[in-house]
């Protein structure tokens, strides 16, 4: 089970952390992407982060700004967002995979991940 939080209402130029905690022993063995949707538009992978800790962004708008972590010890995984601006504004999901990718673009795809959380609300004003 995943539970995202963090999101709420900032300003552009602020910045949120949104964490996703996971219950169970077995976060370590998950591959972990953050994902989100903007009204209106389709679900767009923004992150991900394998078990030892190797990142990708996968959207150019948030490269250098966002920045996917995780700590295995509290079960958690984490997206650091900075600078943040009004086509941020999305919520954004946290998502668990079990097996392991065969090529990193795999981790692109929602249908690689098993688990998902509930999504948090985050939204910019200008």
């Known amino acids: 089970q995943l539970q995202a939080f963090g999101g709420g209402l900032v300003q552009a130029g602020e910045s949120l952390r949104l964490s996703c905690a996971a219950s169970?022993?077995?976060?370590?063995?998950?591959?972990m992407g953050w994902f989100r949707q903007a009204p209106g538009k389709e679900r767009e992978p923004v992150a991900a982060?394998?078990?030892?800790?190797?990142?990708?962004l996968w959207t150019d708008s948030v490269k250098g700004r966002f920045t996917i972590s995780r700590d295995n010890a509290k079960n958690t995984v984490y997206l650091q967002m900075n600078n943040l601006k009004p086509e941020d504004t999305a919520v954004y999901y946290c998502?668990?995979?079990?097996?392991?990718?065969?090529?990193?673009?795999?981790?692109?795809?929602?249908?690689?991940?098993?688990?998902w959380g509930q999504g948090t609300q985050v939204t910019v004003s200008s």
């Open positions: 998502a668990a995979a079990f097996s392991t990718p065969q090529a990193v673009e795999i981790m692109k795809l929602s249908s690689f991940y098993n688990y």
């Open positions: 169970g022993r077995t976060f370590s063995t998950y591959y």
């Open positions: 982060i394998s078990r030892s800790g190797g990142a990708w």
